[in-house]
């Protein structure tokens, strides 16, 4: 018989299985009284399928990834934002206005704009923050006439705060945009 | 078997003979009761044929301290043990079970172990003592550093065996920290018992957002090594790696579908982040949630048809549901605090998630309809953050920060239990708590 389901034939088989249940309410259905071997579906199961031991401490040696850890000094004051804020405000206008000046005296130079946040919140919705915060500055220089060619964002979050204590004072330069001349 | 019976019900009968006791009172534990008795087991002195006679009290140490910490048993103290157990226990000689009962145990684990050379065996069972009946037997080998790997997992099958729900010992637990002087982050294992602590990553940049896949093997994770973030798959064991999303600006893998085929993905274009999910092999792309808010962090459900994520549409960061391949997406937070970071439990039943409430971000759970939403891990000086669920979905992993101090944390979901899991290293997060083993 193939594999057609029969309605009446699982109704009839669950019938037996659910009486085979009361009849059996206090017999453990793996092993009888006695028989001391271990069951037959628990068969051997050899460790050595999951090699969790096995990780080296020491993770292979690495080429020491591109500095993105360090801040890059900068001619150029940041652009700062209110907190879960990417709008431009009058200081951050004024400072990205040095900066498309700057790009327009100098046409072969190149700036990355780094998104920044504060410490609050979660990391993954300040990494896109901050992607947010580069990019608004990057729209109102190409607004300004700068070609969209010079210029490049990054986001990194929360990971790289400019002051590392624990105030408003400190978050509020966390809160930033920064011009990194390439 | 035979085949003229429903395929249905063949299988029924087949599930009868595997799971012996969950369908009778007997010795059942039901591990959604809250505060529900613990069942009183004796975890009797290993026997040793051939090895160090220190495993006869190593092996049930392991094993009681699992045990303990699944709070669904009391240990009989091994003082009042009246039995010794010996091999002859493991081949046709009967425990006396009048003794265990009269000590107050319910049920009684056995064990005998051999050393030859550099292999270990073990023999493992687990009794009911009220019937005198075998529930459960295991025999193990590997090598003498595999030991608590393979009590771990007998762990497993105990707790399987009374609540129809596998343990978590031998799991592990991914996440971030700050290495040495370095200003960068690396990634970092650790089991779940707080040991094996181990580096994955040393590149001194920034490594961040680890995601396990479901056979546990790979961890997702973005790094900024070359400068910009990519994505890469990193193989636990191996150490392969092979890079899976370049596109794009600011991204963070969240998890995958269950068949491991697809990561899902915050991926910012032109400076607005939505969610994709990537085909792990070949590379091919599917936007799932887009629009102008700011969309991140997909958890997808334990059958991977739906996802939650945070969105910013309505102003402030929420958490939302989507079923995929269905229009539309419904808020499930409650709109009044900022609300990052869900965590679908393996179970299904609850989201976890992060919520600024009371000048402070606390771990809440929460049903997938938005409903009976519960505050589960809180201070009063200091935030918990980004949980994780446990392959059980009976705890949470966190992170607590206050100030300059970082340590990671597992409460219960029920909120009663709580302990340090990692501290010591900076700035420690984004923890991902593994698949079960």
């Not at chain 2, 592990?172 to 089991?191: M, P, Q």
């Not at chain 2, 193989?235 to 999303?245: F, L, R």
């Not at chain 2, 590379?283 to 808010?293: A, H």
Request: aromatic share 8%; with cysteine.
């Amino acid at each position: 018989m193939k594999g057609t389901f029969s309605w009446k034939w699982a109704v009839l088989a669950l019938s037996i299985a659910a009486l085979m249940s009361v009849g059996c309410a206090k017999k453990q259905t793996v092993k009888s009284e006695g028989d001391q071997t271990p069951p037959a579906e628990s068969a051997p199961a050899p460790i050595t399928e999951a090699p969790v031991a096995v990780a080296p401490a020491m993770p292979p040696a690495e080429a020491p990834g591109v500095a993105v850890t360090e801040e890059k000094v900068s001619k150029f004051d940041d652009v700062r934002f209110d907190f879960d804020k990417s709008e431009l405000k009058e200081d951050g206008r004024k400072a990205s206005g040095v900066v498309a000046d700057y790009l327009k005296n100098h046409p072969q130079a190149k700036v990355l704009i780094e998104g920044h946040c504060d410490e609050r919140g979660t990391a993954e919705y300040n990494m896109a923050l901050g992607e947010r915060r580069a990019t608004a500055v990057m729209t109102y220089l190409v607004s300004l006439g700068v070609p969209k060619a010079a210029l490049s964002t990054v986001s990194f979050g929360k990971e790289k705060p400019l002051d590392p204590a624990h105030n408003d004072e400190a978050w509020a330069k966390n809160r930033r945009a920064h011009f990194v001349l390439q | 078997m035979k085949r003229s019976v429903g395929t249905a019900a063949g299988v029924f009968l087949l599930a009868l003979s595997l799971f012996p006791s969950t369908a009778f009172p007997v010795l059942y534990i039901d591990i959604n009761a809250p505060g529900g008795k613990r069942m009183p087991i004796a975890v009797a002195d290993a026997a040793v044929g051939s090895g160090d006679p220190s495993l006869s009290r190593e092996i049930p140490k392991i094993l009681s301290d699992d045990l303990v910490l699944t709070d669904l048993f009391d240990l009989i103290p091994p003082t009042a043990h009246m039995e010794t157990v010996t091999a002859a226990h493991f081949s046709g000689k009967p425990l006396s079970f009048p003794g265990w009962k009269m000590i107050g145990a319910e049920a009684v684990v056995i064990g005998l172990a051999d050393v030859r050379g550099d292999r270990l065996w073990i023999e493992m069972r687990l009794y009911d003592a009220t019937q005198g009946t075998l529930l459960l037997g295991k025999r193990y080998t590997g090598t003498p550093g595999q030991l608590r790997s393979i009590v771990h997992r007998f762990a497993n099958e105990i707790v399987y065996t009374f609540t129809g729900v596998r343990g978590v010992f031998g799991t592990e637990i991914a996440f971030t920290a700050r290495s040495g002087k370095s200003r960068g982050k690396e990634l970092y294992i650790v089991g779940m018992d707080g040991r094996d602590l181990r580096k994955v990553t040393d590149n001194r940049s920034f490594n961040l957002f680890p995601r396990w896949s479901p056979d546990g093997q790979w961890l997702a994770y973005n790094s900024f090594r070359t400068g910009a973030p990519v994505v890469y798959l990193r193989n636990v064991s191996t150490g392969a790696e092979k890079e899976v999303i370049r596109f794009g600006g600011s991204k963070a893998p969240g998890g995958f579908s269950p068949d491991g085929a697809w990561l899902y993905a915050g991926v910012s274009q032109a400076g607005n982040s939505d969610i994709y999910r990537v085909r792990v092999v070949g590379g091919s792309l599917e936007k799932i949630v887009g629009g102008w808010g700011l969309e991140v962090s997909p958890s997808p459900s334990p059958d991977g048809k739906r996802i939650a994520f945070v969105s910013d549409r309505g102003g402030s960061p929420q958490i939302y549901v989507k079923t995929i391949g269905v229009a539309g997406e419904t808020r499930i937070s409650n709109g009044a605090g900022y609300a990052t970071s869900p965590s679908w439990s393996p179970a299904g039943d609850r989201i976890a998630y992060t919520v600024r409430s009371g000048g402070r971000f606390i771990v809440a759970t929460v049903a997938p309809d938005g409903s009976g939403s519960r505050d589960v891990a809180s201070e009063t000086d200091g935030d918990c953050e980004d949980p994780s669920f446990s392959p059980d979905g009976r705890s949470l992993v966190y992170t607590y920060r206050k100030r300059d101090y970082s340590a990671l944390k597992i409460i219960s979901t029920d909120g009663r239990r709580q302990r340090t899991l990692v501290s010591g290293l900076r700035d420690v997060g984004s923890p991902a708590w593994s698949p079960g083993r």
